[in-house]
């Protein structure tokens, strides 16, 4: 019983792992968020703030993002907008990784339950040779375009760049700071688990293969690699050839029945004609 169920968990079902990688994709990067803290220090302290705090969050519109920042004339404060959104990649990478999730459990439900439906007419595993080549493509485009992303996030949430976005900093008589940057450890997890997402599903592909039986046919041809050309056309015609017509007509229902192959569009004139 346990041996039938190792089979079914490990040997047998090719997505069983994939859905616990994909579950780290979405989480790390869908569930994030970060703060960087600055400082202005005003010649007039009294207008300072030496500790502002900048909040951000998935799906990264930092145009959306906003703080007010003394300006250092009196108690007059201004909004300050960060720059770039970064949504559209972020949720790109975050949609793909829910999608695979969810495909791959079901994958593995069809797998294990329904074993004889999966292989009927072996378009389960057409179906899932296809997807899994599909999501392996995404995964390498959306990790991509998201490690990108991330890229140009951290540098639009830089304390240092932030700074410059505060006009009170370009005056050379107010001193600001960066307190702390946001922390990237979550996200940049969100990327590695993208990539080895892509690795796994790509992998995968050759176990889905194997399910398709393609390979099995591709092996029986290469095997009988000298009969393969016209071998089974003309059996088939030697034997219908023999079965309709007799005698002389045998070249001739070949020759008919081949050119039904190789013309298309005109077998029924060409057989008339002889
Ligand atoms: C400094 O800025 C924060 C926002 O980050 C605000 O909550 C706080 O009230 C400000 N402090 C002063 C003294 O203006």
Same mark, same amino acid.
């Given at each position: 019983?346990? /041996? ?25 990067? *869908? ?14 302290? @009294? ?5 502002? *705090? ?9 145009? /959306? %993002? ?17 720059? *770039? ?11 793909? @990784? ?25 378009? *389960? ?8 080549? %599909? ?13 990108? @992303? ?5 540098? @639009? ?13 370009? %005056? ?19 990327? %590695? ?42 059996? /088939? ?19 008919? /029945? ?17």
């Amino acid at each position: 019983m346990d /041996q039938l169920m190792q089979k079914l968990s490990f040997e047998m079902c090719p997505n069983s792992s994939l859905h616990l990688f994909a579950i780290f994709a979405f989480a790390t990067c *869908g569930g994030y968020s970060g703060q960087l803290r600055v400082s202005v220090d005003c010649m007039e302290k @009294a207008s300072s703030n030496l500790s502002i *705090g900048i909040d951000f969050a998935y799906p990264f519109r930092l145009h /959306q %993002v906003s703080f007010e920042a003394p300006v250092c004339e009196g108690i007059r404060r201004e909004r300050v907008f960060l720059i *770039g959104d970064y949504s559209s990649s972020a949720e790109f990478f975050v949609t793909i @990784a829910v999608f695979a999730f969810l495909y791959s459990l079901m994958a593995t439900i069809v797998y294990i339950f329904f074993q004889n439906k999966y292989r009927e007419n072996n378009r *389960g595993p057409l179906i899932d040779f296809i997807v899994t080549v %599909v999501f392996s493509f995404l995964w390498l485009v959306s990790s991509s375009a998201w490690a990108k @992303a991330l890229s140009d996030v951290k540098v @639009a949430t830089d304390p240092d760049e932030v700074q410059l976005l505060i006009s009170a900093c370009k %005056v050379q008589t107010n001193k600001c700071d960066s307190l702390h940057g946001p922390r990237w450890s979550g996200l940049n997890t969100s990327v %590695v688990f993208g990539f080895l997402n892509f690795v796994l599903w790509a992998g995968n592909i050759w176990f889905v293969f194997k399910e398709t039986g393609w390979h099995k046919g591709a092996s029986r041809l290469a095997g009988g690699a000298s009969e393969k050309q016209s071998g089974t056309f003309t059996q /088939q015609s030697y034997n219908q050839g023999s079965f309709d017509q007799s005698g002389s007509y045998n070249t001739q229902g070949n020759l008919g /029945q081949l050119s039904e192959y190789s013309q298309v569009g005109g077998p029924t004139s060409y057989s008339n004609q002889m």
